[in-house]
């Protein structure tokens, strides 16, 4: 059975910063491009990150230059460094194969930035 647990969240005062990192299966981390995604309160779910598994990226315009997404394949887990954090990335982020699999998601971790 797949599983991703994402752990890392907390709360941060604004320029502050934080490490998520996500543990996923074998089964399927290895061929598989990953995202983290965040859900804000009365928002829709976002990518934010993603990343193939031949470590090519991408980023929401909103976090490029900010949070920078990396995996360890050696130990299944994709991980998201976010600097510079900003109360308007407060939010639960999720991590999730791309495409993205219902049957995935997890119960995310916690961000929360003040001001």
């Known amino acids: 059975q797949v599983q991703l647990v994402e752990s890392g969240g907390g709360s941060v005062q604004a320029g502050g910063s934080l490490r998520l990192s996500c543990a996923a299966s074998?089964?399927?981390?290895?061929?598989?491009?990953m995202g983290w995604h965040r859900q804000a309160p009365g928002k829709q779910r976002e990518l934010v990150a993603a990343?193939?598994?031949?470590?090519?990226?991408i980023y929401a315009d909103s976090v490029k230059g900010r949070f920078t997404i990396s995996r360890d394949n050696a130990k299944n887990t994709v991980s998201l460094q976010m600097n510079s954090l900003k109360p308007e990335d407060t939010a639960v982020y999720y991590c999730n194969t791309m495409p993205t699999v219902s049957e995935y998601w997890g119960q995310g971790t916690q961000v929360t930035v003040s001001s």
């Open positions: 074998g089964s399927i981390f290895s061929i598989n491009a």
């Open positions: 990343i193939s598994s031949g470590g090519s990226t």
